[in-house]
């Protein structure tokens, strides 16, 4: 019974993992496509600003 429970944790562990990962990588494609469009409506200089902003704060 206990290798049994033990079985379903490690799945829902690696489902869980799986999933994490979608997302993250789901993310990161949102963000690309969110940086395409800003460079297409505003150009190179938003990113210039942007990544002066983010210096900025470290």
Known sequence: ????LHDVRDDNEAAF???AIRVTLAGFALMAVAAALMWTQ?????FVDL?????NCF
């Open 42 to 46: 505003f150009g190179p200089g938003m």
């Open 17 to 19: 993992a799986r999933t």
């Open 51 to 55: 990544a002066t902003a983010v210096m």
């Open 1 to 4: 019974m206990n290798d049994a």
